[in-house]
């Protein structure tokens, strides 16, 4: 694959994008970018006050950007719903789903349904979402649910015998659970797309080890100082990790089922490429039980 940067989008003027935590970090930038190409961007967020300074910094440096900013915490499935219904209620034909957002390492807490924060977060809210929208970006044009996850997703399981960590719970580990589950989803959500011949992709990207306030908003203690210095000592700048969203969103080259991560090493770093998931989140068993439970515990049943 040939250097893509953001420079190789094309006019994506009468498309309509979503993207989740877009208000800072990898979102903001992903949002940026497509509102600058012509793309209409719904950028959410948790908080109405940085969400609106979002959409204020993007129109600040292109007056003619089509943002708005709708509330969204993915944490709470009755947020999810409230959000995705708003969306059909207004009409808004979406074409591309970005499920950006998420939480990193914080201690241990329940979302209001009960479930591991960072599981509820990064991968519930995203399923639910994707679920009640599905219909809409169906009849999309060039129609993409794109699925970010992380590298540490190579460290990860589903702990169906303990998912809410109750009885032992690390940081760490429940985010790598958490970034396990997207790349489970994602591919999963292909197959499952695949076998209906649907024109919708889905795709994965992971932006490498890029500097963002994930690292520290989540994370306390030492492991906080820790992600601080390694943000300063080796991180790139979050322009560069976007681009591996981006190119999921709207490159013609990416196809559904792919992953596409930086192509330096260790895939910390560089430029959007096509990089492998750990061999055991390509386990169909897996996906398939962690689908039956995501709609059990979302109450989010998918119409495929």
Same mark, same amino acid.
């Not at 241990?108 to 009640?132: D, I, K, M, V």
């Not at 169906?160 to 489970?184: C, H, I």
């Not at 963002?212 to 322009?239: C, D, I, W």
């Not at 055991?280 to 998918?302: M, Q």
């Given at each position: 694959?040939?250097?893509?940067?953001?420079?190789r989008?094309?006019?994506?003027?009468?498309?309509?994008?979503?993207?989740?935590?877009?208000?800072?970090?990898?979102?903001?930038?992903?949002?940026?970018?497509?509102?600058?190409?012509?793309?209409?961007v719904?950028?959410t967020?948790r908080?109405?006050?940085?969400?609106?300074?979002?959409?204020?910094?993007?129109?600040?440096?292109n007056?003619?950007?089509?943002?708005?900013?709708?509330l969204?915490?993915?944490?709470?499935?009755?947020?999810?719903?409230?959000?995705?219904?708003?969306v059909?209620?207004?009409?808004?034909?979406? &074409?591309?789903?970005?499920?950006?957002? *998420?939480?990193?390492?914080?201690p =241990? +807490? !329940?979302?209001?349904? /009960?479930?591991?924060?960072?599981f509820?977060?990064n991968?519930?809210?995203?399923?639910?979402?994707?679920?009640?929208?599905?219909?809409t970006?169906a009849?999309?044009r060039d129609?993409?649910?794109?699925t970010?996850?992380?590298?540490?997703?190579?460290?990860?399981?589903?702990?169906f015998?303990?998912?809410?960590?109750?009885?032992?719970?690390?940081?760490?580990r429940?985010?790598?659970?958490?970034?396990?589950?997207?790349?489970?989803?994602?591919?999963?959500?292909?197959?499952?797309?695949?076998?209906?011949?649907?024109?919708?992709?889905?795709?994965?990207?992971?932006?490498?080890?890029? &500097?963002?306030?994930?690292?520290?908003? *989540?994370?306390?203690?030492?492991? =906080? +100082? !820790?992600l601080?210095? /390694?943000?300063r000592?080796?991180?790139?700048?979050?322009?560069m990790?976007?681009?591996?969203q981006?190119?999921a969103?709207v490159?013609?080259?990416?196809?559904s089922?792919?992953?596409?991560?930086?192509?330096?090493f260790?895939e910390?770093?560089?430029?959007?490429?096509?990089?492998?998931?750990?061999?055991?989140?390509?386990?169909?068993?897996?996906?398939?039980?962690?689908?039956?439970l995501?709609?059990?515990?979302?109450g989010?049943?998918?119409k495929?």
């Amino acid at each position: 694959m040939e250097r893509w940067t953001a420079d190789r989008i094309t006019d994506q003027t009468g498309r309509t994008f979503i993207v989740t935590g877009a208000n800072s970090g990898l979102g903001f930038e992903t949002a940026r970018q497509l509102a600058a190409h012509g793309g209409r961007v719904v950028l959410t967020a948790r908080s109405e006050s940085k969400g609106a300074d979002a959409v204020g910094r993007i129109k600040t440096a292109n007056p003619g950007a089509i943002v708005e900013y709708r509330l969204l915490d993915l944490a709470d499935l009755d947020s999810v719903h409230r959000f995705a219904g708003s969306v059909q209620d207004d009409g808004i034909a979406v &074409d591309v789903l970005v499920n950006n957002a *998420g939480v990193m390492m914080p201690p =241990r +807490q !329940l979302s209001p349904q /009960g479930s591991e924060s960072q599981f509820a977060t990064n991968h519930l809210g995203h399923f639910a979402l994707s679920g009640l929208l599905f219909g809409t970006i169906a009849q999309g044009r060039d129609p993409r649910i794109v699925t970010v996850s992380s590298t540490l997703h190579r460290n990860g399981s589903i702990h169906f015998d303990d998912l809410t960590g109750e009885r032992s719970y690390s940081p760490t580990r429940y985010y790598s659970q958490s970034k396990f589950a997207n790349v489970l989803f994602g591919l999963e959500l292909d197959r499952r797309l695949r076998a209906i011949r649907s024109p919708v992709r889905s795709v994965l990207a992971h932006p490498g080890y890029s &500097d963002t306030n994930l690292q520290t908003s *989540g994370p306390t203690g030492a492991m =906080r +100082q !820790l992600l601080k210095l /390694g943000n300063r000592l080796f991180a790139q700048q979050v322009e560069m990790g976007a681009l591996n969203q981006l190119y999921a969103a709207v490159a013609p080259g990416a196809e559904s089922g792919k992953f596409y991560g930086p192509d330096g090493f260790a895939e910390n770093r560089g430029y959007p490429k096509e990089v492998q998931p750990t061999a055991s989140a390509k386990s169909e068993e897996t996906a398939k039980r962690l689908w039956t439970l995501s709609e059990e515990l979302t109450g989010v049943i998918w119409k495929l």
